[in-house]
């Protein structure tokens, strides 16, 4: 079912209910987990189903068990499920077990997929990551392959997942280091070691199999297009993933003058769009309908600190002009006014 316990169609994800006469009466000595777990059945009046946590997907007539819905993290902006990308890693002959966490990078939401795996052989990480990528899209793809002789397990005998070494180092292993060979290699090396935060990087050495993503790549070829006056985009990095193929592209290039985005000299108001004209126009037609608002609401856990909620709300709109923007009309005409300064409370 789906977080609105609606079934969901085959081969998508959702998570797992049990229902019918083996289900318990609840916890033993434990009302808040019993109410949070034994819920009522919405297709079986009376009735009371289990949630289970475990997530999974419907293939026919089977059912294909992806994980724990805890372990359902965010990264760069997508919802992935670790049980699925451990399902695919599992597939690949000669590894025997694996598990995928996330680490927490040195930079704020600099998160990386890591996989741990046990393997009968040593595993070859580009060939590891080729398999993936027929199965996973690139944002689900590990950017750590760390092999072990075995899970490190608590007295329990559980996974102690605090015990998972730190992946260091270049990533690419099965790679062997090649130096740069003229001034632009030597360059690209030094931006690749910049923004992807390793050492000893090789003209050989995959972008991606690095722990380089999209926005990385971004960052990549925003910082080539000013300094070396080219017209990069991304699907270049795409393309030529290494600095040996990346080089030769941009020497294929011409150099042009890069340009900017010009800032706005300083007004006290400013022409409406033109999307801004009708959204008024309807506002005006209708002064108290909420159509066009976007509310949210968010569960805070913990007791709230007024004052840093309050100075972190006051950065946001200092930083962001649109926060600041109000209209009125002027002369007849529809304008807009950034002020300097709102109160936040």
Known sequence: LDERLNPVPFNTV???YISGDGVARGYLNRADLTSERFINNPFVEGERMYKTGDLAKRLNSRIEYLGRSDDQ????????????????????PGIIETVVIVNEGKTAGDKTICAYVVSE?????????????????????????????????????KLDRKALPVPEGNLN?????????????????????????IKTVGIKDNFFELGGHSIKAVQIVSKLNQEMKVDLTLR????????????????QLDHQQYHFIPQLEQKQ???????????????????????????????????LNQKRFEKAMYALVKRHESLRTSFEMLEGELVQRIHDQVDVE
Not at 73 to 92: A, D, F, N, P, T
Not at 173 to 197: H, M, R, T
Not at 239 to 246: C, L
């Open 173 to 197: 292993q099965d790679v062997q280091y090649v130096a740069p060979s003229n001034k632009l290699e030597s360059q690209l090396v030094s931006l690749w070691e910049e923004v992807l935060n």
């Open 73 to 92: 993290v965010k990264v760069r902006g997508y919802r992935i499920e670790l049980g699925e990308i451990e399902s695919q890693v599992q597939k690949h």
């Open 14 to 16: 959702g998570e797992m």
């Open 269 to 303: 108001t400013f022409p409406a769009s033109s999307a801004q004209k009708r959204m008024y126009v309807l506002q005006q037609l209708e002064e108290h309908n909420t159509s066009y608002n976007m509310p949210s609401v968010m569960t805070i856990t913990g007791a």
């Open 121 to 157: 052989t040593k595993i070859n990480t580009t060939e590891l990551r080729k398999h993936l990528s027929q199965t996973l899209p690139e944002y689900m793809l590990p950017s750590y392959f760390v092999q072990l002789d075995k899970m490190p397990l608590t007295p329990n005998g």
């Open 236 to 251: 270049d990095i795409f393309s030529f993933p290494t600095i040996e193929q990346f080089s030769k592209q941009i020497q």
